[in-house]
């Protein structure tokens, strides 16, 4: 059976940066969400999982840090991801002698009309691909943190609004790598979700190399979707009902991260609304208009773990995402609660 996203006429419409956008019927943005995973498995093969992860983060209106070694395919999927929408899409390399102009834009006088003239940086965009972030200074790397949260850009006291819809795609190399900055807490915080790609199964890796021998697949990646046709997916995903039970369930596990012995830092209140909105674009893709427990467990990983701080005076804990999964097996779904069965 399809579920109808706008049964109700009053939820028909969302507010989307500046314009009033119209939802989309379930049978329509599966078929919009197949285009966008299908275009990029042509270049993105054996990567279900991360790939449909990135597209949730896009229709919840996300930004996303992929993080693994050089060479697994990390700015592939960014690239990819940018191509299968017909959008503004700019690509900032980080390097070390980047500066914070280099990505906001500057002020240039203009010597005709004796004013000054902004001229827009590639923050400027639909979708920005940040290649290898943490190869840049945190200096570099807080001319973000405006634009990420609040989708605008201040310049020499001037604010300048980004278009919608708007997404940070960031690659970085671990920390370990030579080169890098760890990021700002700050910043890791405005990061929806964290992926990491892994390396690929022996039958991805062989028919990789046989279908890029002669050409990049990118090469041939075409949009499949409008920003308007975008704009209404995520206008969807809005109108996807989260019960005050699912509520307090997010808020409920991101408490247990504040308290756990295990982490000095836990999950900030940006972090639960995250998890909520991300969640809700999970129970679209899957055809719901309403978000079920199982959604948050999933997506809880992703979303918490590269936020969490470990306390490093406990000997022997294991990694930050096996802390998360034990605090999601000891909190209890609330039941019964706001229509929750």
């Known amino acids: 059976m399809v579920t109808s996203?706008?049964?109700?006429?009053?939820?028909?419409?969302?507010?989307i940066g500046r314009d009033r956008v119209s939802t989309m019927e379930a049978d329509e943005l599966a078929e919009a969400a197949g285009r966008i995973l299908g275009a990029i498995e042509t270049v993105i093969d054996?990567?279900?999982?991360?790939?449909?992860l990135a597209l949730m983060v896009l229709l919840a209106e996300g930004h996303?840090?992929?993080e693994d070694v050089p060479g697994v395919g990390k700015t592939m999927l960014a690239r990819a991801l940018a191509r299968s929408v017909d959008g503004t899409v700019t690509r900032i390399q980080f390097t070390p002698d980047l500066l914070p102009a280099d990505v906001t834009g500057v002020s240039v006088y203009n010597q005709g009309d004796r004013t000054f003239e902004f001229k827009p940086g590639p923050i400027f965009a639909n979708i920005v691909i940040g290649d290898e972030i943490n190869r840049a200074s945190p200096k570099t790397q807080s001319a973000l943190l405006e634009s990420m949260e609040e989708r605008q850009v201040t310049v020499d006291g001037v604010?300048?609004?980004?278009?919608?819809?708007?997404?940070?795609?960031a690659t970085q190399n671990p920390i370990e790598m030579e080169g890098t900055y760890a990021l700002p807490?700050?910043?890791?915080?405005?990061?929806?979700a964290r992926i990491s790609m892994g390396y690929p199964d022996p039958a991805s890796?062989?028919?990789?190399?046989?279908?890029?021998e002669t050409a990049s697949p990118l090469d041939g990646l075409r949009p499949v979707v409008t920003v308007a046709e975008l704009l209404r997916m995520i206008a969807t995903v809005r109108e996807v009902y989260a019960s005050w039970a699912v509520e307090q369930y997010a808020v409920a596990i991101a408490n247990a991260t504040r308290r756990d012995r295990e982490l000095r830092l836990g999950a900030s209140p940006r972090a639960t609304l995250q998890l909520v909105r991300i969640a809700k674009a999970r129970a679209a893709l899957d055809g719901r208009d309403f978000v079920l427990p199982d959604d948050v467990d999933a997506l809880a990983v992703p979303v918490l773990a590269h936020r969490l701080v470990p306390n490093a005076r406990i000997a022997g804990a294991g990694s930050v995402a096996d802390t998360v999964r034990r605090i999601l097996a000891e909190t209890s779904v609330p039941i019964g609660v706001g229509g929750l069965a």
């Not at 604010?159 to 795609?169: E, I």
């Not at 807490?185 to 929806?192: G, I, T, V, Y």
């Open 46 to 52: 054996g990567k279900r999982a991360q790939v449909e």
């Open 5 to 15: 996203f706008a049964a109700n006429p009053d939820h028909g419409r969302v507010d």
């Open 64 to 66: 996303l840090l992929i």
């Open 159 to 169: 604010t300048y609004p980004l278009s919608s819809p708007f997404t940070v795609v």
């Open 185 to 192: 807490e700050a910043q890791r915080d405005r990061f929806m």
């Open 205 to 212: 890796e062989l028919a990789m190399l046989q279908q890029r």
